[in-house]
């Protein structure tokens, strides 16, 4: 099955830092989510993001839709520890049954 | 908020058992959903249910299969359980529209198979 290439797949950052990580994909999308997935609990929806172009902010946290509709970034302002975790992009094709095609993952570590 | 709960946090099994995992979620949901999470690989959908059983074989349905006789109640089985099928197991809901509606994951089940 087809994967989106999500990158980087870790990074290691001070505390106060910004971070930026993106997904691709050769398909086309209708929707664009991101997950954040704390170490042993289940993703947890951050951004929603349905229409190309669309710049979405939700606290510290910023995405954008991409103009082609094949690409997606993620933003995160002033890194705290909290932030640590796996990030996960994930890109819908406009089926009803809310199928979901999800990147590798980003490993995200933060230094105090 | 959407619960999705999984019935088990951690499991270890035998190889050849029979291995039932179960999800319930409380949103009168439509579509569910069973991945598994490996490191490097993100989330595969390994089967995915859009109403009361009906079921559609996702990207690695090799080894599982699946059960929904109610709508809240979506669960995976294995068959005959392999060590290949130690992994995170995480299950999702949806509704469904004419926009993607984001998947509600559970908390996920660590399988082990010795």
């Known amino acids: 099955g087809q994967q989106l290439n999500q990158s980087p797949q870790s990074m290691f950052i001070q505390e106060g830092e910004d971070v930026s990580m993106n997904c691709t994909s050769s398909?086309?999308?209708?929707?664009w989510l991101w997950y954040k997935q704390d170490p042993g609990e289940g993703p947890v929806l951050l951004i929603a993001?349905?229409?190309?172009?669309e710049l979405t902010s939700n606290g510290r946290l910023t995405a954008q839709f991409g103009i082609t509709r094949k690409d997606s970034f993620l933003n995160i302002s002033a890194s705290i520890p909290s932030d640590v975790g796996i990030y996960f992009c994930?890109?819908?094709?406009?089926?009803?049954?809310?199928?979901?095609?999800f990147g590798q993952g980003t490993i995200l570590t933060v230094h105090p | 908020d959407v619960k999705v709960t999984q019935s088990s946090r951690y499991l270890v099994k035998r190889t050849g058992e029979k291995v039932f995992l179960e999800c319930v979620q409380d949103?009168?949901?439509?579509?569910m959903f069973w991945y598994r999470q490996d490191p490097g690989l993100g989330l595969r959908l390994i089967y995915f249910?859009?109403?009361?059983?009906?079921?559609e074989k996702g990207d690695i349905p090799e080894g599982y299969s699946v059960s929904r006789e109610k709508k809240e109640r979506f669960s995976l089985i294995l068959e005959s359980a392999s060590t290949n099928q130690t992994s995170m197991y995480l299950c999702?809901?949806?509704?469904?529209?004419?926009?993607?509606?984001?998947?509600?994951f559970g908390d996920g089940t660590r399988l082990s198979i010795l």
């Open positions: 999702a809901s949806s509704s469904p529209g004419s926009l993607n509606q984001p998947q509600h």
């Open positions: 398909s086309i999308f209708n929707t």
């Open positions: 993001l349905y229409k190309a172009g």
């Open positions: 994930a890109g819908a094709g406009g089926t009803s049954y809310g199928k979901l095609t």
């Open positions: 949103m009168d949901h439509e579509n």
């Open positions: 249910s859009y109403d009361v059983k009906m079921k």
